[in-house]
């Protein structure tokens, strides 16, 4: 057993064993927002603040302890980071295409990454699906922001996404602009002049 294997297996027992730790690490944005922590005598994090138990750091493969410089890896392991694939169609030249995003470190093909990471940590809320639909009872004004379409797939907070975008009414358009620029900003579309 390897060392860091050793140390990972005694402190997820030293974990098991005492109730709480406290914790100078604040709640992540990226946390499982389905899950609360568990905390002190089962208070909540917003009853009993900066008390939360640790789990222990993961441990690396030790077949991938290669020396050296370690930047791009996570753009080659399906397991580290957030990443998006962004496929725009009907966008128009220059915009359409499928783009790689990868945050916390940024990187791919995306044309803005640190923006568009910042973008998607701007509208990132704890307990709420980042990319969720339109609710089916939502009222939507009737305008046409144009034929462009999207479909955003990937990991983003530890979650799952596979996710459609289009511009077919003005709550579809508010929800592709609040993830501007990780979709293009189309503004004003001049297909939308004629249509109601």
């Given at each position: 057993?390897?060392?860091?294997?050793?140390?990972?297996?005694?402190?997820?027992?030293?974990?098991?064993?005492?109730?709480?730790?406290?914790?100078i690490v604040p709640t992540a944005a990226h946390a499982d927002p389905g899950r609360t922590p568990i905390t002190d005598a089962g208070r909540t994090p917003h009853t009993n603040p900066g008390r939360t138990t640790l789990a222990p750091p993961p441990v690396e493969d030790d077949r991938n302890d290669h020396r050296g410089d370690h930047r791009n890896d996570h753009r080659n392991d399906p397991h580290s980071g957030d990443r998006l694939t962004?496929?725009?169609?009907?966008?128009?030249?220059?915009?359409?295409g499928t783009y790689q995003l990868f945050c916390h470190p940024g990187g791919g093909t995306h044309p803005d990454v640190d923006r568009a990471c910042a973008a998607l940590?701007?509208?990132?809320?704890?307990?709420?699906?980042?990319?969720?639909?339109?609710?089916?009872?939502?009222?939507?004004?009737?305008?046409?922001g144009g034929p462009a379409t999207a479909h955003v797939t990937g990991v983003w907070a530890g979650r799952p996404?596979?996710?459609?975008?289009?511009?077919?009414?003005?709550?579809?358009?508010?929800?592709?602009?609040?993830?501007?620029?990780?979709?293009?900003?189309?503004?004003?579309?001049p297909a939308a002049?004629?249509?109601?």
């Amino acid at each position: 057993m390897s060392l860091a294997r050793f140390l990972v297996v005694a402190a997820t027992a030293a974990t098991a064993a005492t109730a709480t730790v406290t914790s100078i690490v604040p709640t992540a944005a990226h946390a499982d927002p389905g899950r609360t922590p568990i905390t002190d005598a089962g208070r909540t994090p917003h009853t009993n603040p900066g008390r939360t138990t640790l789990a222990p750091p993961p441990v690396e493969d030790d077949r991938n302890d290669h020396r050296g410089d370690h930047r791009n890896d996570h753009r080659n392991d399906p397991h580290s980071g957030d990443r998006l694939t962004v496929t725009v169609r009907h966008a128009g030249e220059g915009t359409d295409g499928t783009y790689q995003l990868f945050c916390h470190p940024g990187g791919g093909t995306h044309p803005d990454v640190d923006r568009a990471c910042a973008a998607l940590e701007r509208v990132t809320t704890w307990g709420k699906d980042t990319f969720a639909p339109v609710p089916g009872d939502s009222i939507c004004t009737m305008q046409y922001g144009g034929p462009a379409t999207a479909h955003v797939t990937g990991v983003w907070a530890g979650r799952p996404v596979d996710a459609e975008y289009d511009r077919s009414n003005g709550c579809e358009i508010g929800r592709w602009d609040r993830l501007v620029p990780l979709l293009p900003d189309l503004g004003e579309q001049p297909a939308a002049q004629g249509r109601s």
